[in-house]
């Protein structure tokens, strides 16, 4: 197989003096810009310079301005230097543009005026044989540029074409069009203060020299949820002058109150005075800012604005939902949750050869026992239940106990055993899945039973909760979150799963759920005037 190379053009140029004073210069965060002043995307030290070294066999650039050539770069033994022959190599534009293969066709129209008009220039950025690559298409690479936080805006606001082993006509990359949620097409950009006091202390934002900051939301008419290739887009973009200097997951501004409707806002905040070189609040490789009180009390101000929107869309759910009362339902799912817990101890030590109630890397999910269930999670005390009084996993690299199974909650009534809040309901949204975890529940090995979904609300309107056709629809959900465990603890013991395996699998698991139902569960799903004997 050809070996693997990723290139990268654009069309300013680079002298011999910009590599030597600028380029070369490793850990100057100041490089980039030159001694111009001026802030620039790049400019953070190593980044670069490390990527090129670090994750290829081998990489380069050619480079030309002012009619020069340089093509500099490092070699297998991570070495840097000129290439022989072509260190300030006086030459044409067609032959650089030769030289560095690229045909005239692909030089857009509007950088042709621009060279007729100022010094021609253009860099090539050369890998090969990228280290730890892991085979994917090109349609996944082009959406992963799409997507991520440091290309997003410039595929946003830029011109950016890719092509694939130099075959035009080339594909511009478009980002992907976010419907907003109706009733929230248009949000009100809001201005950040020009002071936020945090923990007694008070820090500034806005000021003569930097007079503007100001955060955007947006709404998705989709949740992102916690995991899939849009997922990432669920987050808070800082922005400084030049770009993006950090990015935060909705989930990782700290407690939010409607977490659950987070899941439809990203946004926006743009605050220059982070990047102020006397109040520097920029890590070098750009992901997250440096955790100060400063940019903790800025984080902390947008979770609240967040809530704010979140909780607007929370009321908007409320008053489209059908009303029910789940207290029945509730003891339903008190049933299902001690099947549950019964069935997979027996099957999971049947399919996977162990005791079924966790294992060397910690056990299924987490959760609780099928009492805790239908009574907001909560133990004795009134405090939240953290699962590991239900019995324990596994150990683990990292001994820690492990919640012996995973804990099915109903949205709409039982209360968030995670909140702050303990008279707090999970409201879930109808486009949220059927069986719903946000990105707190996950370690926890909580799921929810979203009851506001179409055909939940369909069945809860013409059969009611007590119905045996609801009961059913609790029990399909169960079947949901047991195949899902199955999968999950299957890919812990496999390093790679084939698409039989799964289907094997889940044939399996679906089986043994519906033959177990069929003898532990007959009064439940057939008997119109079951009652549960739990209390």
């Excluded at 693997?4 to 654009?10: G, V």
């Excluded at 810009?33 to 090129?52: C, E, I, P, Q, S």
């Excluded at 694939?164 to 080339?170: A, D, Q």
């Excluded at 199955?486 to 399996?508: C, N, R, W, Y």
């Amino acid at each position: 197989m050809k070996d693997i190379t990723f290139e990268c053009i654009d069309f300013v140029g680079m002298s011999k003096t910009d590599i030597d004073q600028a380029f070369k210069r490793w850990g100057d965060r100041r490089a980039a810009a030159r001694d111009t002043g001026r802030r620039m995307l790049g400019g953070h030290g190593n980044g670069g310079k490390f990527y090129m070294r670090q994750m290829f066999s081998t990489s380069q650039f050619i480079t030309y301005s002012g009619k020069r050539l340089n093509v500099f770069g490092f070699n297998k033994k991570k070495r840097y230097g000129y290439a022989d022959g072509y260190e300030n190599k006086k030459m044409s534009i067609e032959d650089a543009l030769k030289f560095a293969n690229i045909p005239a066709s692909l030089v857009p129209v509007a950088i042709k005026n621009r060279w007729r008009a100022s010094d021609v220039g253009f860099t090539v950025v050369i890998g090969e044989v990228p280290n730890k690559f892991r085979i994917s298409t090109l349609a996944k690479i082009y959406q992963k540029l799409k997507i991520h936080p440091q290309s997003r805006r410039l595929v946003k606001h830029k011109e950016i074409h890719v092509l694939s082993n130099s075959k035009l006509p080339s594909q511009k990359l478009i980002p992907d069009e976010i419907a907003p949620r109706k009733e929230f097409e248009k949000l009100k950009q809001i201005q950040i203060p020009r002071k936020i006091i945090y923990e007694g202390e008070e820090f500034e934002f806005r000021n003569n020299a930097y007079p503007k900051a100001y955060l955007d939301l947006y709404t998705s008419e989709q949740p992102f949820g916690r995991s899939g290739e849009k997922a990432s887009l669920n987050s808070i973009d800082i922005l400084g002058e030049v770009g993006c200097i950090g990015t935060y997951r909705l989930n990782e501004l700290g407690y939010l109150k409607y977490s659950a409707q987070a899941e439809f806002v990203y946004g926006e905040c743009y605050c220059p005075i982070l990047e102020d070189k006397d109040d520097d609040c920029i890590k070098n490789d750009r992901e997250k800012l440096v955790d100060v009180q400063k940019t903790k009390a800025l984080r902390n101000w947008i979770k609240s604005k967040v809530d704010e929107l979140c909780e607007k869309l929370s009321d908007q759910d409320k008053n489209n939902r059908k009303k029910a009362d789940f207290s029945k339902s509730a003891q339903f799912n008190e049933v299902l949750n001690a099947w549950k817990n019964k069935f997979m101890s027996k099957i999971f030590a049947e399919v996977f050869g162990g005791p079924g109630q966790g294992d060397s890397i910690g056990g299924f999910g987490g959760g609780g026992e099928a009492s805790s269930a239908g009574k907001g999670g909560k133990s004795k005390d009134g405090k939240p239940r953290s699962g590991d009084e239900d019995g324990g996993g596994g150990a683990g690299m990292n001994p820690k106990k492990a919640p012996r199974f995973p804990r099915v909650l109903l949205s709409s009534y039982d209360i968030d055993p995670l909140s702050e809040n303990l008279n707090g309901k999970v409201e879930l949204d109808p486009r949220h899945h059927p069986v719903h975890q946000r990105p707190e529940d996950t370690k926890e090995g909580i799921y929810w039973i979203n009851t506001s979904r179409p055909l939940a609300q369909r069945i809860i309107e013409q059969y009611h909760v007590e119905s045996t056709r609801w009961r059913e629809y609790l029990l399909q959900r169960y079947v949901d979150i047991i195949v899902k465990e199955a999968i999950h603890q299957k890919s812990k013991k496999e390093s790679f799963l084939t698409f039989e395996m799964v289907d094997g699998l889940m044939m399996d698991v679906i089986s043994r759920i519906h033959d177990a139902a069929a003898l532990d569960l007959d009064s439940f799903l057939f008997d119109e005037t079951f009652e549960s004997n739990i209390s």
